[in-house]
């Protein structure tokens, strides 16, 4: 596997991907879930949807590559990858849209402040909205490996 | 032309594709700006701000692809390509991230309602991100379709 582009499905670039996208994802809905508040909001209900569907995508692609990696043998038909990049693209879009709504709307929180938002939830806000982005990050970082692995199929 | 991809650089369908883009991304910064109390928010300004970068980038490639489907001689440079296709994809981030965050500050404000959200201003700003939204959905096209012609070149 030493001609291998690194990243893309199947090497041990891609597991650590997965697990980062897996572990910043559980970390985000765990900062907005210890919230008791967040169903209050629509953004914040709809980051806790979004991170609920990349977990188990992220979590699933992560054992698939360890697999690979362990067997060595990677799965390399393009109808199986055109599937991933296409699953990657749309859930890193929906990353990038919740984090983008739970950050615009802690900033307009902290505007506005008082009542609205106690320190201490939304400093847990925030941590939410950082790890949503670094799990957009790898997303789209998967996705393009993916991509540039495809035409040599 | 007839074996070109429609829809990437220097063809009809991308002209189109690039008017679209201007006419949105000026309709959502008309329409946010019309609302005089847009700088109150820091979404809504970054929205003006994204919008005000798409809309000149925009203008000058459909002056480009009207130029090469008159001269019927389409620049095709796999560097300026490459340019193109990354300032597209960044520029798709960018207002994607900007119409959700407009939005969701939008429908938090339709939420706590009263004071803070008049229906006149209301149904402007949502106006607004609709046309966001749209601006987006051509950019991401756009890219999309140049990055499908790059390996040919």
Same mark, same amino acid.
């Given at each position: @596997? ?15 991907? %997965?697990? *980062?996208? !897996?572990?910043?994802?559980? =970390?985000?809905?765990?900062? @907005? ?18 991170? *609920?569907?990349?977990?188990? +995508?992220?979590?699933?692609? !992560?054992?698939?590559? *360890? ?8 799965? %390399? ?25 739970? =950050? ?8 506005? *402040? ?9 400093? %847990?806000?925030?941590?939410? !909205? ?6 957009? #990050?790898?997303? !789209?970082?998967?996705?393009? #490996?993916?991509? +540039? ?5």
């Amino acid at each position: @596997m030493d001609d291998e582009l690194p990243g893309s499905f199947g090497t041990s670039a891609s597991l650590s991907l %997965r697990l *980062g996208q !897996a572990i910043f994802s559980s =970390a985000s809905l765990l900062f @907005m879930s210890l919230c008791v508040e967040f169903y209050n909001y629509t953004a914040f209900c709809y980051l806790v949807t979004v991170m *609920g569907l990349v977990i188990p +995508w992220s979590f699933t692609l !992560a054992l698939v590559d *360890g697999y690979s990696v362990i067997v060595g043998c990677p799965l %390399r038909q393009p109808g199986i990858l055109l599937i991933i990049i296409i699953g990657d693209w749309v859930l890193s879009i929906l990353s990038l849209a919740a984090a983008c709504a739970t =950050a615009s709307v802690i900033i307009f929180l902290l505007e506005i *402040g008082g009542a609205y938002c106690p320190p201490k939830f939304c400093s %847990r806000y925030q941590l939410s !909205a950082a790890m949503a982005f670094l799990s957009w #990050f790898l997303s !789209a970082a998967s996705s393009l #490996f993916n991509l +540039w692995l495809l035409p040599s199929l």
